[in-house]
């Protein structure tokens, strides 16, 4: 007989596990319809192969794993696939994540499979590889991907099979030792082979004597062969199927703080695990279907139930005949540590073990809870001997540094302290709302590092951008330079190109004024018009702005008034600028213009005689009058030449 | 008087050994740079965002070590003044509404099609989270995303959306349960128990 040990604290619930451990395991039909999320283990989501239209068969891989720690997916029935939505998942956030949801034809046909029939000739690799394509995760709840597991390159002494099954309720693994003992055993071998032939030692609680049993019969069946296989029996407490418990209770070892099983050469895996590895090697098939318990007051039929991955809550507990309007809370997992869902279309994943629908008052309703009285049996019950009550505070507190200085992430959840506390104080809540928030801080502090570092970068790129642009520039001056001093030094003489240019460009300015400068007497009369239109039009202009100014009592009137002054001053010297201009030129306006109204009077009145002449009655009087008209218009249209044809003459004579 | 010329030129004597030992830790123990310039910018959250009127966290930092005020950094909010006022042992003031409010973490979305790969959002992004070329669709890396809202103003066509970060069952975490108030409990259950 093998020696064990004890954990620190532990708490004994009330087990109810006679209701559903009774009846063997009946395999539930296959539902309607599946939903499979693509995230049912710990890592990365798969990632789906098919699409929506698609028909699978049972057992077709239908999510491939992604990365490292990932698991595959495969249909768990034949079907057509019809759609890839958004559902549910079996999670205490009761969020939504991407499922693969198959529509069943019933016909339930598998794919082809490949078992094996020597597994003895398979190597380390070959086992792993065979673990890993048929999606293997631990079945005991956590749902690590057991070919993560299993692939830990240290050295292992001893394979720890947990088949504590200690929370309440659930009887999954009981009814699976009952009936499938041989397939554990055979699976069991199959997980020594992959680990280099370590012991094995089966952990299981007393309060399943015929599971005990049935194991001992197991291995009895093949006695010699399994010499290192022992079935050791442990003392009826919760929490003894926490993992690092379990090997407390059968090493004596404690799981460093921080560490994993492997750190002291051990490797633990549930019973449900051995199973599937069983079915997945010697069978062929990939994981796609479990041992579920169905219990709690509200279900006629509580028992085990052998159902598909993928199966939603609704169609199981319809099979199991749960009274849902006497249901109060339904509870995927255990009392102590599972949560409770809302939505009965939530689908069954890989590490479902077990639906409680618990009737009123079933379950101890959630309580208002009082103040600490700093009792200290939360310490007592403790199995991972921390100090629950200082941890409650730093999280009330929110001291997330103190409470990791105080192990929090040692707590394993179970439950055990809230279960002693007489307040009723909540306080695995307080641990787990403790623990999310340190992971965001984690979080949060290294995108923020991430963040720091590709800023700082950036700032730095920018800076090494600016000088080097800055080189080149200088580099580009001192070049041109040596270039212009290169030509200077080829021919001395040569002047300056830029003097060259201004010179160039003065020289053509000056010949352009001397150029326009003999002007026509009459183009210097234009000119000289011009100049006293524009100086009368600003005359006008200021004098309108400085009446305007004037008006409002504008401060700007005097310089205005100036402004005017001058501008009078300038309009008078252009016209008589221009006067002296027609004088010398002997023209005199005010003549033509007289000349001009003549010519163009007499015109007019040839115009309205040839008009009347069209309707006269006399046109014998009229054509005398026009003829008149007309000589008096050419007389007109002389005078006028003549006087325009003098300025010519003044300037010849 | 030989022994006081003696005292005198043997203090002397000292006083420069010493001097020398302490100008030479001076310098080989010379530590680069303000360590609490340091500190502080670890404190802050690296957004980048500017709206302290700084440009970037860092330059926030040192101007805290001069002196300015700690609340002036709206994406830290609370838990960064509070952080910032344990450090520099001042006291926690609320933020500064000038500079902004406290808001959800948000990151940056470009709607793709609208996109006219101008690259203006990229010169503006302080981290350099936002991938394209002229011409090119731009598109912003999620997971390098501040939230820091510098993109969205430049771009030309608007194509720039602040989204919340979805709550995922990764990022998921429990809420701290109800504070207990005695008062508000239903009273028979707890108070039969009381009296037996």
Request: proline share 6%; charged share 20%.
């Amino acid at each position: 007989m093998h020696k064990i040990w004890d954990f620190h604290g532990g708490v004994h619930p009330l087990e109810n596990k006679i209701q559903s451990n009774q009846l063997p395991i009946v395999v539930m039909p296959t539902p309607k319809q599946l939903a499979l999320p693509l995230s049912q283990h710990i890592g990365k989501a798969a990632k789906a192969i098919v699409e929506p239209g698609d028909y699978v068969l049972k057992g077709q891989l239908i999510a491939s794993a992604q990365g490292f720690v990932s698991a595959n997916i495969h249909a768990p029935s034949s079907g057509y696939v019809s759609a890839l939505v958004e559902r549910t998942l079996p999670h205490q956030s009761a969020l939504s994540g991407p499922c693969i949801v198959i529509d069943t034809d019933g016909k339930d046909q598998w794919v082809e499979l490949n078992p094996t029939t020597n597994p003895e000739s398979l190597s380390k690799q070959e086992l792993l590889n065979l673990v890993h394509s048929a999606g293997i995760t631990g079945m005991g709840g956590a749902s690590f991907p057991s070919a993560v597991k299993l692939q830990l390159k240290s050295d292992i002494h001893t394979l720890i099979i947990n088949a504590a099954e200690c929370e309440p309720y659930i009887t999954a693994d009981d009814r699976l030792m009952r009936e499938y003992a041989d397939q554990i055993i055979a699976g069991i071998l199959l997980l020594q082979q992959l680990l280099g032939h370590p012991k094995c030692l089966i952990g299981i609680e007393d309060n399943k004597p015929e599971a005990i049993a049935a194991l001992n019969l197991a291995l009895s069946h093949n006695l010699g062969q399994h010499t290192n296989i022992e079935v050791c029996v442990i003392p009826t407490k919760y929490p003894s199927g926490g993992e690092k418990q379990l090997i407390e209770i059968l090493t004596g070892h404690q799981v460093p703080h921080g560490g994993i099983p492997t750190n002291i050469g051990i490797v633990c895996q549930n019973v449900g695990t051995a199973k599937a590895i069983f079915d997945a090697i010697i069978k062929g098939q990939p994981l796609i279907k479990r041992i579920t318990t169905v219990t709690g007051k509200a279900a006629a039929n509580a028992g085990n139930y052998e159902v598909l991955i993928g199966t939603q809550v609704e169609d199981l507990l319809a099979f199991a005949k749960v009274d849902l309007t006497r249901t109060s809370r339904l509870v995927m997992g255990g009392p102590m540590m599972g949560f409770t869902i809302q939505d009965t279309q939530t689908p069954l994943v890989k590490g479902t073990n077990c639906i409680l629908a618990a009737a009123d008052l079933e379950l101890a309703p959630v309580p208002d809870h009082h103040a600490c009285i700093r009792c200290g049996q939360c310490e007592v019950a403790c199995p991972a001997d921390l100090l629950p009550q200082q941890l409650f505070w730093f999280a009330k507190a929110e001291e997330f540094e103190k409470a990791q200085d105080h192990n929090l992430s040692d707590c394993i959840e179970c439950g055990a302290c809230a279960w002693v506390c007489p307040s009723q104080i909540p306080l695995v809540q307080y641990y787990r709302y403790a623990k999310g928030r340190v992971k965001s801080i984690n979080s949060e502090a290294r995108l923020a590092e991430l963040a720091r570092h590709r800023f700082e970068t950036r700032e730095q790129r920018l800076v090494d951008e600016k000088t080097a642009k800055e080189e080149k520039r200088k580099i580009r001056a001192i070049a041109a330079a040596a270039v212009q001093a290169a030509k200077r030094a080829a021919n001395p003489t040569a002047e300056d190109p830029i003097a060259a240019a201004l010179a160039r460009v003065n020289q053509k300015k000056q010949e352009q004024q001397t150029a326009a400068a003999p002007q026509s007497p009459e183009e210097v009369y234009k000119a000289l018009k011009t100049a006293a239109a524009i100086t009368r039009t600003k005359l006008k202009k200021t004098t309108t702005a400085l009446a305007n100014a004037k008006a409002q009592d504008h401060e700007q009137a005097a310089s205005l008034q100036q402004t005017v002054d001058q501008l009078t001053v300038k309009a008078e010297a252009a016209q008589a600028e221009l006067k002296a201009y027609e004088a010398k030129l002997g023209l005199d306006p005010e003549k033509e213009k007289m000349l001009q109204v003549a010519v163009a009077k007499t015109n007019a009145a040839v115009r309205k005689l040839e008009k009347a002449l069209a309707t006269a009655e006399d046109p014998q009087a009229l054509e005398e009058d026009i003829t008149d008209a007309k000589a008096a218009h050419q007389i007109a249209t002389q005078a006028l030449a003549n006087h325009q044809a003098k300025p010519a003459s003044a300037q010849e004579s | 008087m030989q022994t006081l010329y003696l005292a005198i030129v043997i203090l002397a004597l000292l006083a420069i050994v010493f001097g020398a030992i302490l100008g030479f830790a001076a310098i080989r123990f010379k530590v680069d740079g303000d360590p609490i310039v340091d500190q502080i910018d670890n404190l802050l959250p690296q957004t980048q965002c500017g709206q302290c009127g700084h440009p970037g966290c860092r330059p926030y930092a040192e101007a805290i070590a001069n002196g300015e005020a700690i609340n002036h950094c709206p994406p830290g909010g609370e838990t960064t003044i509070k952080a910032l006022a344990d450090l520099l042992d001042v006291e926690a003031i609320p933020l500064d509404a000038e500079h902004g409010t406290e808001a959800i973490r948000t990151i940056a979305y470009i709607r793709e099609d609208e996109c006219i790969g101008c690259t203006k959002c990229i010169q503006a992004c302080p981290v350099d989270a936002i991938l394209g070329a002229a011409k090119q669709m731009h598109t912003v890396i999620i997971d390098e995303c501040t939230g820091c809202d510098l993109c969205v103003e430049p771009c030309p066509v608007d194509c720039i959306d602040m989204i919340p970060i979805d709550v995922t069952p990764v990022s998921w975490h429990w809420q701290q349960p109800e504070q207990l108030i005695a008062t508000s409990s239903l009273p028979h259950s707890h108070g039969e128990s009381d009296h037996a």
